[in-house]
């Protein structure tokens, strides 16, 4: 039994269909990227996880059904979304922030060290802990969010196009952190960057969509080698 | 300049009054991007609750916070029964439902509670005392100490605990909320819950001075649109200087310039001179709000 | 629609004299809602203050005639100018307002109305109001009437009464043309998307003021006849609840259509007489339940109708009919975002 597992799901918005069967496995601990162009339905995939949109077919995380679970009960069983966006709540300060990403936590003992890992991975969030979270910068921001995210203690992180828009080192430096939370925390990644290279070099495993299904898959390692492969679906 | 303090401080107390109900507008409105027209009905209705367990014996100390607690229900109640259903509905229908429940609760008041006038007792004395040479009533004061303590257990409750926090952030952001796990529909609930506990009290401290009965709210709340267009319909701390500054200004002319009938239009000069002249208000963001 | 003419037409023949005097005022609201469904249907903006602009038009007619000795006829086009004038005026800053502040606006206009014409009681009769003699059938009419219907000579309400369907179809008439021509298509894409209206070179302010003043006009008209068909203005006969079955009446009959405000006038006028009485006629809604209702009143069954029928036919009952009940319900759940007072699109075009 996987972490999580998508069983040939089919979603769309209204009369849109943008999934047509989508399959695909994470195991505990794995990071895992899901590849492809714009409008491949990476990002719907992500919110049929979480339930933010209408799907068929099936979603397991570790062996329970998410269907007609709410968002919140879904997040609320170990899943951390990180959207496109971000979705930092710009109204309230950073502490506010990373303070929502751990209020359901009852281990708090440990909550308080995980504060300490947290700002010493993104001391400028320690600096800003009173400031309005509006006041981060887009890279910034992302630490917030990837920082909440830690937060949580999931068993599961979504992470959606976490690079756009950033500068190439404070890229390097998310992607170390990630790398890191899952060595140590063994937390399971599914990875939806468009910067394939680096999101093949971290992840063991990978998922190609293209128009909604997947056209390719196998070990990160092997994908990234297949010349082919790389220049057909992968830009590069 | 005597009788000048006494009508500031009688405008303070009626803009604690306000405030107090401007309050719930704002939360709700936070809430909701909805301004609740039944929320002075509400608050006349608990206010009648109030009354009616004073009148079976019940004391005024033990009665004010039951009110609350009832009052609390009540609204969450009402969110949950009928707001929920129409929750994604165009601007017109939500204002229209309010609406249909301002009637309904009005006319349910007036059928369990008749429309005879009650005299509503108060715990202050109307008694006065002399502060700094004028004549200030302690029912005043009182009204005063009350809404100020009530308004900083609010400020507390939102922006120290928890509790409000989740609320605020379900409010502000509920697709991002729900993805931390918040349970944004009970959130909206309890911001129900808490607007009709908070605009129970402006109903129970403007009682004794208006008779309580069941068109009381129905001025009291125009002054109370003036107090949070003014301040800001999204910013409590805006609900409480509105508050005070209509309640101020609308004594001062009612005393001064007007006369006390009109002071019903002076607040709705406000209104209109805000919405045209700085329709955020004192204190509201600037920002376009989401859709 | 031919039906509903003859039927209309051949009203008073039929009933007796004070019951042709209710179908009066139905027409009078009628042509109240009509105006009002042009602003809020048509042209998707809010009022809840119409009452005030009826209040306005009756105690123009009240004032010229008690004071001026104007003759009544006269006075009904004149209260309708200068309600208009007023509301085209009011439109100008109601451009700023967004749909919901419009409403707390108009909202409070309307809560102050009375209050503002008590004050000059000089002119206005102040809280005693003026009272109004009903005038009398001119005698062409009367007489036209007793052949007719071989019966007595046409009584003072039943003039009224033919004055109001006679005006109301002008108005009927006038409001069609509106909205079948540029102005009314030029409001239905301010109201379902003023961006991209304005983008189209659509002239969004002066339609919107338009709206307004025209809707005003309409009330302004409708509080005239009503005074004469009543005999008596006072700031009491205008509370707040005028305004807000206003927009009831405009909502439940059917925004963005046209055979809805005849209903919205009948649905205005015996509503709130009716609820508690058809209530307990069905004798699906256990006694208990429906004995509280009628004790308790009309206003408890009409808010809790008005929310009902908001929660489920959110066009009114014209929408519903035309457009299907599921189709509503849909629009209503799932697809409505709440932007500026943007009403689902018009179900049907007459």
Known sequence: MELLEIEEVRAGYGPTQVLHGVSLAVAEGEIVSLLGANGAGKTTTLRAICGGVRWDGAIRLSGRSLRRMSTEDIVRSGVAHVPEGRGILTDLTVAENLRLGEHLRRDRSQVRKDYDRVFEYFPILRERRSLSASTLSGGEQQMLAVARALLMRPRLMLLDEPSLGLAPLVVKSIFDIIRDINHTDRVGVLLVEQNARLALELSTHAYVLEVGRVAVTGLSADLKGDDSVRRSYLGY | ?291 | ?350
């Open chain 2, 1 to 291: 300049m005597q009788e000048f303090l006494q009508q500031v401080v009688s405008g303070i107390a009626s803009g604690g009054i306000f405030a107090s109900l401007a309050l719930a507008l704002v939360l709700i409105y936070n809430a909701m991007g909805l301004v609740n027209f039944a929320q002075g009905e509400m608050a006349m209705f608990a206010t009648f609750v109030a009354f009616t367990l004073i009148d079976r014996g019940m004391s005024y100390w033990i009665a004010l916070p039951l009110t609350l607690v009832i009052a609390f229900a009540g609204g969450v109640l009402i969110q949950r029964a009928v707001i929920r259903p129409v929750e994604r509905a165009p601007v017109l229908t939500l204002v229209i439902v309010t609406l249909g429940l301002a009637t309904l609760i009005n006319g349910l008041a007036g059928f369990l509670f008749g429309y005879v006038p009650r005299s509503f007792p108060s715990p202050f004395s109307v008694h006065t005392v002399s502060v700094l040479g004028a004549l200030v009533s302690y029912r005043d004061l009182g009204v005063i100490a009350v809404s100020a303590i009530v308004l900083v257990l609010i400020y507390l409750l939102l922006q120290r605990t928890t509790l409000g926090l989740t609320m605020r952030a379900a409010a502000h952001n509920p697709d991002a909320s729900r993805l931390l796990g918040v349970r944004v529909s009970w959130m909206l609930a309890l911001g129900w819950g808490l607007a009709s506990a908070v605009g129970a009290l402006s109903g129970i401290m403007v009682a004794p001075i208006l008779l309580l009965e069941p068109n009381m709210m129905q001025t009291i709340i125009i002054y109370a649109f003036a107090a949070a267009v003014l301040g800001g319909i999204e910013s409590p701390l805006g609900a409480v200087v509105g508050g005070l500054i209509v309640g101020i200004t609308v004594n001062l002319a009612g005393a001064y310039l007007v006369g006390g009938d009109l002071q019903l239009a002076i607040a709705f000069l406000i209104i209109v001179a805000v919405l045209v002249v700085k329709p955020n208000g004192l204190f509201g963001r600037p920002s376009v709000r989401r859709v």
């Open chain 3, 1 to 350: 629609m031919l039906v509903a003419a003859l039927f209309l037409l051949g009203l008073p023949s039929v009933v007796t004299s004070f019951q042709s005097s209710q179908w009066t005022l139905v027409l009078i609201f009628a042509i109240a809602v009509m105006g009002l469904n042009v602003l809020v249907g048509y042209s998707g903006q809010i009022s809840l203050g119409h009452g005030a602009f009826m209040a306005l038009g009756a105690y123009t007619t009240a004032v010229l005639i008690s004071h001026y000795h104007v003759n009544y006829l006269l006075t009904i086009p004149i209260a309708g100018l200068v309600t208009g004038m007023i509301g085209f005026l009011l439109g100008v800053p109601a451009l700023r307002l967004s749909a919901l502040y419009l409403a707390l606006a108009t909202f409070a206009l309307a809560v102050v109305t009375p209050s503002l014409i008590k004050r000059p009681d000089k002119l206005t009769g102040g809280v005693q109001g003026i009272l109004l003699v009903p005038p009398d059938p001119p005698q062409f009419a009367s007489s036209a009437f007793a052949t007719l219907t071989n019966g007595p000579q046409m009584t003072s309400e039943q003039w009224l009464y033919y004055l109001s369907l006679g005006i109301g179809a002008v108005l009927f008439w006038l409001a069609w043309n509106v909205i079948r021509h540029r102005p009314g298509r030029a409001m239905r894409a301010i109201r379902d998307g003023e961006v991209a209206a304005a983008a189209s070179g659509i002239n969004v302010a002066g339609y919107k003021t338009l709206a307004f003043g025209m809707s005003a006009f309409y009330a302004g008209i409708a509080g005239s006849l009503f005074g004469l068909a009543t005999g008596f203005v006072s700031p009491d006969t205008f509370p707040v609840a005028l305004s807000f079955q206003l927009l009831v009446g405009a909502v439940v009959g059917g925004l963005a259509s046209i055979a809805g405000p005849l209903l919205g006038g009948t649905v205005m006028y015996w509503l709130p007489i009716v609820s508690s009485q058809t209530i307990s006629s069905q004798d699906w809604i256990p006694t208990q339940i429906s004995s509280v209702f009628v004790k308790a009143g009309p206003a408890v069954t009409y808010g809790a109708l008005l929310i009902l029928i908001m929660i489920f036919a959110p066009t009114g009952v014209v929408g519903l009919i035309t457009s299907g009940y599921a189709a509503l319900r849909n629009r209503l759940r799932g697809a409505g975002e709440r932007g500026t007072g943007q009403m689902p699109p018009d179900p049907q075009t007459v």
